[in-house]
């Protein structure tokens, strides 16, 4: 019995050996075959390191402000009698907007033209007499008085009903309706406001240092988070001659297009001022950049041992200016060396790559959107 247990217990131990010889030795295998193991080049779009001459730009936060923009109000007290405009409608100069309790006056001025008449009449028969030598200088003169003092007590009844009748000042947009019908009114109180959207005023500021930079005429670009992808082109109009006391900025107004009127005032938008000059830059797409805290990098093509094919350089850059789908390169990179444009997240230094640029996307300075 104990010779049968001896021989089974050796029997398992050979087999128990020879399993673990075998995966060592598979193991084993693996582990060199590993070694010696070449991944598969990936495929990676590219592109050159080129010297760009950029315009020089000036960027500043700026608030949009109407061209003209005001709070219609009451001049005098009265009672509204009509309502003639919708809230956030456009009006034209000299369209009526309310009209207010004229009754008092209007039953006035009959009375008042024909007092006027009167002493039109009485001044043409002075006038007469006068000439007549009938009546004395003194006589004559007060009966022209009494007729300019009827012909002015007509007038300021016509000025009163003017004054009731609120009609447009200019063309605009009206905002939100303040009055009700049948609302008694206070002097100064409120209507509804009036904006002239197009063009529209852009209002910023630049340190004093940039006086010299910048003149009446020169073109900006305007952007918005309320019109994304969307560049809205004008000039300088106006630049202030007092510079802030207190903060050493100059105000400068600027004048945009806004005919579909998507801007509207109050709103904050980016300011890009450009000047005449240009300056040289080592241009790459933005898309080409790993962004990262330490430090941003790019990866550079460079030819593999041997001279066969090519393997990536990540190579720490300093960024500049952007300009639309492009990125200035401050340090890091020569022009006529090539990047890899596009996917770099996935990426790693001593990477072999094959280069394919047939769905490369075009890098522009200015793109335009498709819809745009």
Not at 327 to 339: F, N, Q, T
């Amino acid at each position: 019995m104990k010779k049968h247990l001896f021989w089974a217990l050796g029997g398992l131990f050979l087999i128990t050996a020879s399993l673990a010889a075998t995966k060592s030795l598979q193991i084993e295998t693996l582990i060199q075959h590993g070694k010696h193991f070449i991944p598969p080049p990936a495929t990676v779009t590219v592109a050159e390191v080129k010297t760009e001459l950029w315009p020089q730009e000036l960027d500043a936060v700026g608030t949009l402000t109407a061209v003209q923009g005001v709070t219609i109000a009451a001049e005098l007290p009265g009672k509204v009698t009509e309502i003639a405009f919708q809230a956030g409608a456009s009006v034209r100069k000299g369209d009526l907007l309310i009209r207010q309790d004229t009754s008092v006056e209007e039953a006035q001025l009959p009375g008042a033209l024909a007092a006027a008449e009167l002493a039109r009449i009485n001044r043409d028969r002075a006038d007469r007499m006068f000439a007549d030598k009938i009546i004395s200088q003194a006589d004559h003169d007060t009966a022209v008085a009494n007729y300019s003092q009827a012909l002015a007590a007509a007038d300021s009844i016509r000025a009163t009903i003017g004054k009731k009748t609120l009609r447009a000042p200019f063309s605009g947009r009206l905002g939100v309706r303040q009055v009700n019908l049948g609302q008694l009114l206070g002097q100064g109180d409120a209507i509804v406001t009036l904006q002239a959207l197009d063009p529209i005023f852009v209002d910023f500021s630049l340190p004093q240092q940039r006086l010299a930079q910048v003149r009446a005429g020169l073109p900006v670009q305007v952007t918005c988070d309320a019109l994304p992808g969307r560049t809205v082109r004008g000039s300088v109009t106006a630049i202030n001659p007092l510079v802030d006391a207190d903060t050493r900025n100059l105000r400068i107004e600027a004048t945009v297009g806004n005919r579909d009127e998507q801007l509207r005032p109050g709103m904050f938008v980016n300011v890009a001022l450009s000047r005449q000059e240009s300056r040289p830059v080592r241009a790459i797409p933005a898309t080409a950049v790993l962004y990262a805290p330490y430090s941003d990098s790019v990866f550079v093509l460079d030819p593999g041992p041997d001279g066969k094919g090519m393997v990536l350089r990540q190579q720490l850059v300093t960024l500049g200016d952007r300009r639309g789908d492009l990125v200035a390169v401050a340090k890091g990179l020569e022009p006529g060396e090539r990047v890899v444009s596009t996917g770099v997240f996935k990426l790693r230094n001593g990477m072999p790559v094959v280069v394919d640029n047939q769905s490369a996307p075009a890098f522009q300075q200015s793109p335009t959107p498709a819809n745009d």
